[in-house]
């Protein structure tokens, strides 16, 4: 008969600085301020409590970007995480500028698989193990290698890379065999259909019991369970937190019993913090002053529900800098977009929360074959099957339909016509894109130099934004049918 312990583990992950309460229905939802109060509410209520968050606290808010992830970590400071993991967008603001961010955090941070290459050496602890009630419980952060694409233009992207992941876990579970691990918990930001694949390669023997992740903002029902492994996320934000309440059998070091659930932040249930509130007020203040002049209004809110599909705010984006570049084709990547809903009147402010990563915009040109091939590509197998891949919102006259059962498209047109294998025509990438071509679109960026060289649009997208919407006094965009999936396969 096994010695069972009880184990509170609360878990959230893409924050990205969702600092905010919205109302919703009459009432307050999300923020960290309601979301502290129900950590401490748990914290209180129960014995063994532990709060996790799996990557990306940073980015997404006027707060976090003015003050370069600062702000975010004296607030995840008052938070009080037990344990956290990076993700991709805490690189954000350059690798020198993450590590110092480190530094000013008061909870552990924990990363096993991304390394120095000269001398080799991991650039974070790779894993902490925390007590409660005695209990051993280790945890070991893993990330997605797509964390490099966001470092092309860091200096020190050279001498850093990504090594796998099964195998980082395998060399930690080894190297603490003889020690009386009861629970193994990885803190993973790489997506969920990866956080499957992963689970699959694990040796059993490691005694990975549990995977937290992050990074696809995926919202389950209850936990996948792969080669006895159980993997949950929370999808993103502050609006829920993951509650798992688990009964760990300490003799088999596993599992003995679970319930888990997304737990609502609202303020029907969750006190406030004052304390975590004041703080978010005072970095509001300021930016507020700065950051509050409003740009343009609309006919109504307009919406980004997906990265997926169609979207008016990302019709509005394309064809504003469609407009303004003089491209055949702009693309827009619809992970840039960071808010499902824009008001009515939108302010500078909130432009910042909505495409808070500002780029540089390049001309490259293509021949029509080439640019089916780019856009077969991000319809690729991955995509379709849930990856979190990238996906692209295209200006007005573009019209594209997607058929699943032939990987192919039935229509693809430009301006009404056919577009033309052999016709060169001008594409307009964000930087990332363009610096990444090979893995946003399948083939080296190099076949297309033969069609004329690249050329710089733009320094700055958000400069082209604010001026086109300040410009106006009234703007629209609607879903035209430009993107479609042919579901009937």
Same mark, same amino acid.
């Given at each position: 008969m096994g010695k069972y312990k009880k184990l509170t583990l609360l878990h959230s992950n893409d924050l990205h600085g969702d600092f905010l309460a919205e109302t919703l229905d009459m009432a307050l939802l999300g923020g960290i301020s309601m979301l502290s109060g129900y950590i401490n509410k748990v914290r209180s209520e129960e014995k063994n409590v532990l709060y996790c968050i799996a990557g990306d606290m940073l980015q997404g808010s006027v707060i976090d970007s003015e003050f370069k992830g600062i702000s975010t970590i004296e607030i995840m400071n008052l938070l009080a995480p037990d344990i956290a993991s990076i993700g991709n967008h805490e690189i954000d603001y350059g690798l020198a500028h993450l590590l110092f961010l480190e530094r000013c955090a008061k909870f552990p941070i924990v990363n096993a698989n991304l390394f120095i290459k000269n001398p080799y050496t991991r650039l974070f602890r790779p894993?902490?193990?925390?007590?409660?009630?005695?209990?051993?419980?280790?945890?070991?952060?893993?990330?997605?290698?797509?964390?490099?694409?966001?470092?092309?233009?860091?200096?020190?992207?050279?001498?850093?890379?990504?090594?796998?992941?099964?195998?980082?876990?395998?060399?930690?579970?080894?190297?603490?065999?003889?020690?009386?691990?009861?629970?193994?918990?990885?803190?993973?930001?790489?997506?969920? &259909?990866?956080?499957?694949?992963? $689970?699959?390669? !694990?040796?059993? @023997?490691? *005694? /990975? #019991?549990?995977?937290?992740? %992050?990074?696809?903002?995926?919202?389950?029902?209850?936990?996948?369970?792969?080669?006895?492994?159980?993997?949950?996320?929370?999808?993103?934000?502050?609006?829920?937190?993951?509650?798992?309440?688990?009964?760990?059998?300490?003799?088999?070091?596993?599992?003995?019993?679970?319930?888990?659930?997304?737990?609502?932040?609202?303020?029907?249930?969750?006190?406030?913090?004052?304390?975590?509130?004041?703080?978010?007020?005072?970095?509001?203040?300021?930016?507020?002053?700065?950051?509050?002049?409003?740009?343009?209004?609309?006919?109504?809110?307009?919406?980004?529900?997906?990265?997926?599909?169609?979207? &008016?705010?990302?019709?509005?984006? $394309?064809?504003? !800098?469609?407009? @303004?570049? *003089? /491209? #055949?084709?702009?693309?827009? %990547?619809?992970?840039?977009?960071?808010k499902t809903t824009v008001s009515s009147m939108i302010t500078l402010g909130e432009l910042?929360?909505?495409?808070?990563?500002?780029?540089?915009?390049?001309?490259?040109?293509?021949?029509?074959?080439?640019?089916?091939?780019?856009?077969?590509?991000?319809?690729?197998?991955?995509?379709?099957?849930?990856?979190?891949?990238?996906?692209?919102?295209?200006?007005?006259?573009?019209?594209?339909?997607?058929?699943?059962?032939?990987?192919?498209?039935?229509?693809?047109?430009?301006?009404?016509?056919p577009i033309q294998d052999k016709r060169i025509y001008t594409v307009g990438l964000q930087g990332y894109h363009y610096e990444n071509f090979a893995d946003c679109f399948g083939f080296p960026v190099e076949e297309v130099y033969q069609n004329g060289k690249s050329r710089m649009l733009t320094t700055s997208l958000l400069d082209v934004l604010v001026e086109r919407l300040s410009a106006a006094c009234m703007m629209n965009a609607q879903i035209e049918g430009r993107i479609l999936l042919d579901r009937r396969s």
């Open positions: 894993h902490k193990i925390l007590k409660a009630d005695g209990m051993n419980i280790m945890f070991i952060g893993i990330i997605t290698d797509e964390i490099l694409m966001g470092m092309k233009k860091d200096m020190l992207r050279s001498f850093v890379d990504v090594e796998d992941a099964a195998r980082e876990v395998g060399h930690i579970c080894n190297a603490y065999r003889n020690t009386d691990i009861d629970f193994t918990i990885l803190l993973t930001h790489i997506g969920f &259909e990866k956080d499957k694949q992963l $689970a699959a390669l !694990l040796d059993p @023997d490691w *005694g /990975v #019991d549990l995977i937290i992740g %992050g990074h696809s903002h995926t919202i389950l029902e209850k936990p996948e369970k792969i080669n006895d492994i159980l993997i949950v996320q929370a999808g993103d934000g502050t609006s829920q937190v993951g509650r798992f309440d688990l009964v760990i059998d300490t003799d088999e070091n596993a599992v003995h019993s679970y319930e888990w659930k997304l737990i609502p932040i609202k303020s029907t249930h969750c006190p406030r913090d004052e304390q975590i509130e004041q703080t978010i007020m005072r970095y509001k203040q300021e930016t507020d002053k700065k950051y509050n002049r409003v740009l343009c209004r609309f006919p109504h809110a307009l919406t980004h529900p997906g990265r997926y599909q169609e979207t &008016e705010m990302g019709n509005l984006f $394309a064809d504003i !800098l469609k407009n @303004d570049f *003089g /491209v #055949d084709v702009m693309l827009v %990547g619809s992970g840039s977009i960071r910042l929360e909505i495409f808070p990563y500002d780029d540089k915009a390049v001309q490259v040109s293509v021949t029509g074959r080439q640019l089916k091939r780019m856009l077969r590509y991000v319809f690729r197998d991955e995509m379709l099957a849930g990856y979190h891949t990238e996906f692209y919102q295209v200006s007005r006259g573009l019209r594209m339909v997607f058929d699943r059962q032939t990987g192919n498209f039935s229509v693809f047109t430009l301006e009404q016509q």
